[in-house]
């Protein structure tokens, strides 16, 4: 979204969610435009999508909230959170995820989680704050606990696209809060 400062870019996603939540209700309860919705994107969607709510309008709200809820490097740690650590969590959890302690989560998959969103705290915070490098790593190390904590939160039925931007986000503010240093 470039051009747009983080307020209003979070204001142009929470509409594009609404907009989405509009086209996914017309689509579950019209069987002719479902069918022509799924000739045309099916290929993308995951298969229990097809007679559900996609993650679209989920990621557009989640990803737009944090933006319009939260200064604007959390909401960008916390997207990266989501667009990185989400989807290596889910791989490493599905092929080596031997030790499950909730459905479909295994500490495997939320070890990765926390090394994914460590290591993006990190490489955030020494291009933005090199200048306080004694507080980068502890600050990282609880970011990625955070930001993988943030992702089991979606156990309780609500879309991981809207739990982790937004938990991770919140997460992220109480952190800065004590450690200030974004």
């Known amino acids: 979204l470039m051009g747009l400062n983080a307020l209003n870019a979070g204001v142009f996603l929470i509409s594009y969610s609404i907009f989405n939540f509009f086209f996914e209700f017309m689509r579950l309860n019209n069987a002719r435009f479902n069918q022509v919705v799924l ?5 993308f969607m995951r298969e229990d999508e097809k007679d559900k709510v996609s993650g679209m309008p989920f990621y557009a709200l989640g ?20 667009t990185f650590s989400d989807p290596i969590s889910s ?3 599905v092929l080596y995820g031997k030790n499950k302690f909730l459905p479909n989560k295994s500490v495997q998959g939320s070890g990765a989680g926390v090394i994914v969103c460590f290591v993006i705290s990190y490489v955030c915070l ?7 490098a004694s507080i980068i790593l502890p600050f990282s190390i609880a970011a990625g606990l955070l930001g993988s904590f943030s992702e089991l939160l979606s156990i309780f039925n609500v879309d991981d696209n809207l739990t982790i931007p937004l938990f991770s986000g919140l997460g992220l503010l109480v952190l800065n809060n004590f450690m200030q240093i974004l």
Not at 126 to 132: G, L, N, Q
């Open 39 to 43: 000739t045309v994107l099916g290929s």
């Open 63 to 82: 990803t737009g909230l944090s933006f319009y809820l939260f200064p604007e490097k959390i909401a960008i740690m916390s997207i990266l959170f989501l």
């Open 91 to 93: 791989i490493v959890g």
């Open 126 to 132: 020494t291009m933005w704050h090199p200048e306080v």
